[in-house]
């Protein structure tokens, strides 16, 4: 069974940077795009950026300019490079990646289990 585990999340100022990390791990035959979500106290997830199997990406309008998708294929990781932290930034993050799991011919939605980012005024 395929799983998605972040890191990274934690503590930051009004200006500051995190990088929260995303390693994909089990019986994985190839994973195609990946992507952060967030979801702060009472309102719905949202998409935040993506990356494709090709490396080509998008990020939200609200964190274009600030937040940097990347992964690294060999390990299996993406990651989300977060400068200029806004309060409007705290949320619990989300990793997501559409992965063809080993025994499968169809992709698969797979999601981690998050990762809490605060951000202080």
């Known amino acids: 069974q395929v799983q998605l585990v972040e890191s990274g999340g934690g503590l930051g100022q009004t200006g500051g940077s995190l990088r929260l990390s995303c390693a994909a791990s089990?019986?994985?035959?190839?994973?195609?795009?990946m992507a952060w979500h967030r979801q702060a106290p009472g309102k719905q997830r949202e998409w935040v950026a993506q990356?494709?199997?090709?490396?080509?990406?998008s990020v939200a309008e609200s964190v274009k300019g600030r937040f940097t998708i990347s992964r690294d294929n060999a390990k299996n990781t993406v990651y989300l490079q977060m400068n200029s932290l806004k309060p409007e930034d705290t949320a619990g993050y989300y990793c997501?990646?559409?992965?063809?799991?080993?025994?499968?011919?169809?992709?698969?939605?797979?999601w981690g289990q998050g990762t809490q980012v605060t951000v202080s005024s």
């Open positions: 997501y990646a559409r992965i063809r799991p080993s025994g499968f011919d169809s992709l698969r939605d797979f």
């Open positions: 089990g019986s994985i035959s190839s994973i195609n795009a």
């Open positions: 990356i494709n199997n090709d490396d080509s990406t």
